[in-house]
T-cell receptor
Framework: EAGVVQSPRYKIIEKKQPVAFWCNPISGHNTLYWYRQNLGQGPELLIRYENEEAVDDSQLPKDRFSAERLKGVDSTLKIQPAELGDSAVYLC???????????FGQGTRLTVV | QKEVEQNSGPLSVPEGAIASLNCTYSDRGSQSFFWYRQYSGKSPELIMSIYSNGDKEDGRFTAQLNKASQYVSLLIRDSQPSDSATYLCAVNKGGYQKVTFGTGTKLQVIP
């Protein structure tokens, strides 16, 4: 069974440019998470979806970040415009539901220069 | 007080010894607890989940949960150099609440 798939694996952009990340969760998983992880820190939740509904986006910087999960499957996370402080690893995870264990994709390492 | 606290380490143990990793959490209503292993430059990998008080064993790994004292621990028996990684504790309040991660404990197993 395929795991959570993310792309791209790495992205280097100049500040003020837009960037987008894509995630394909494990088949049958209704819950999808986007996390951001800075060096030496644990993952921090940005947004959680239950099917196509964003049920927790309290930590998402809405002035520059947006996300969508069309048809309750794939999801994209966008940053526009990117800032230097956005450099981090962006992790997508999925779980069967919001109470069960989550499985992570490989992550996207973003560097903003 | 942080929601989930872990000692950042590094915790160094000799090969073959038992490594003990601890995690405390602040919300008494927490119901689900997870341990993830994260190698440098890689994404977190689920090792164990535990939902009720007591011990849960899986191979060389044992998770221990004590809700009264609000801590969860991970024991790794017969530690191997390949166990060297950062171990993340994650806590879920349940009822479709968010999962909160600790900052992780770095484990070094010395050959």
């Amino acid at each position: 069974e395929a795991g959570v798939v993310q792309s791209p694996r790495y992205k280097i952009i100049e500040k003020k440019q837009p960037v987008a990340f894509w995630c394909n969760p494990i088949s049958g998983h209704n819950t999808l998470y986007w996390y951001r992880q800075n060096l030496g820190q644990g993952p921090e939740l940005l947004i959680r979806y239950e099917n196509e509904e964003a049920v927790d986006d309290s930590q998402l910087p809405k002035d520059r970040f947006s996300a969508e999960r069309l048809k309750g499957v794939d999801s994209t996370l966008k940053i526009q415009p990117a800032e230097l402080g956005d450099s981090a690893v962006y992790l997508c995870a999925s779980s069967f539901n919001g109470n069960t264990e989550a499985f992570f994709g490989q992550g996207t390492r973003l560097t903003v220069v | 007080q942080k929601e989930v606290e872990q000692n950042s380490g590094p915790l160094s143990v000799p090969e073959g010894a038992i490594a003990s990793l601890n995690c405390t959490y602040s919300d008494r209503g927490s119901q689900s607890f997870f341990w993830y292993r994260q190698y440098s430059g890689k994404s977190p990998e689920l090792i164990m989940s535990i939902y009720s008080n007591g011990d849960k064993e899986d191979g060389r790994f044992t998770a221990q949960l004590n809700k009264a004292s609000q801590y969860v621990s991970l024991l790794i028996r017969d530690s191997q150099p390949s166990d060297s990684a950062t171990y993340l504790c994650a806590v879920n309040k349940g009822g479709y609440q968010k999962v909160t991660f600790g900052t992780g404990t770095k484990l070094q197993v010395i050959p």
